[in-house]
């Protein structure tokens, strides 16, 4: 039997039904709210774009140096070890320098050293008027030419230089080289520049050839020694021509040496024939050297 509802008791109803909507709604809405607080909106690193985190993901933790195994490290420095001290090193010996003293001078591109028991030396590059050849006479200026070789030479110690290029010794076995002269220098050369000697190649170049030859074209041009007063070497010795005269010279003024005429500048310092225009009267003293064969005329021959 259906009971016949009472008045008012529906809306009673209704009402309970619409009060537990909205607590319902309420609490729908409490859970979403608590969400949306709960996400953090981060930035991609790529695009830019917002991520969502998950709300119980813990932050990334920083790694430490120590944890990097792969990581490149930069290796240490080596530490410069200060190297051991430097030994001096002993300078290199210099051979002394050996001379010999001229004992003799055979002619003017001959002469003799005290080496070993007596060392003849021909001069290589030179060739002089013959004053002892066994088979020959004795040439033009030969006997003036042996006379300048002896002052220059006598008593001095000098060097022998020998050249690669021509040997040790001649035909005749006397040994080949250059004499170097304290205060004068390389001989031959001093011959060929005063007019003593012609330039002389035997069979080949030698060290010396190219300023021996032009030490004879500048004697030639000037007519110094041979080339003036006998034409050159190997000319035989008839009669050598009487020596020349010099007519004293007019304006012989100062700074003029004494011992000479024409004017010749004062000593010192110390001058050779080829530094004046010769010959000269020898007048007075000669300190200059220029009367080698004591005739009274300097740079005659």
Not at 199 to 216: C, L
């Amino acid at each position: 039997m259906l009971r016949r509802r009472q008045p008012g008791q529906s809306g009673q109803l209704r009402l309970t039904a619409l009060a537990l909507l909205s607590v319902s709604a309420l609490a729908l809405a409490a859970c979403s709210s608590g969400e949306l607080r709960t996400s953090t909106p981060t930035h991609s690193t790529r695009t830019g774009a917002v991520a969502d985190v998950e709300p119980n993901e813990e932050p990334a933790k920083a790694i430490d140096v120590d944890e990097q195994a792969d990581e490149p490290t930069t290796p240490p420095k080596p530490t410069r070890s200060t190297p051991p001290p430097q030994q001096p090193r002993d300078k290199p010996q210099r051979k002394p320098l050996v001379r010999y003293l001229v004992t003799r001078v055979i002619d003017g591109d001959t002469v003799e050293l005290a080496k070993g028991g007596g060392t003849t030396v021909r001069i290589i590059g030179i060739d002089t008027p013959e004053t002892v050849h066994p088979s020959e006479p004795v040439e033009c200026g030969g006997p003036k030419v042996s006379a300048a070789a002896t002052r220059l030479l006598t008593g001095k110690h000098v060097r022998l230089v020998y050249d690669p290029s021509q040997g040790r010794v001649d035909t005749y076995g006397r040994t080949l080289g250059y004499l170097l002269v304290p205060g004068l220098g390389d001989f031959g050369l001093a011959m060929l520049r005063r007019g003593h000697a012609a330039e002389y190649t035997y069979d080949s170049a030698y060290t010396m050839q190219s300023q021996y030859i032009r030490a004879e074209s500048r004697a030639q041009r000037l007519g110094a020694g041979v080339w003036d007063a006998c034409g050159g070497v190997d000319t035989p010795h008839l009669q050598e021509p009487a020596p020349k005269t010099v007519e004293p010279s007019p304006n012989q003024g100062s700074g003029c040496d004494p011992g000479y005429d024409p004017c010749v500048p004062a000593y010192p310092p110390d001058l050779d024939c080829d530094d004046i225009d010769g010959p000269v009267h020898v007048t007075g003293s000669d300190p200059h050297g220029f009367d080698a064969d004591g005739d009274g005329t300097g740079c005659d021959s």
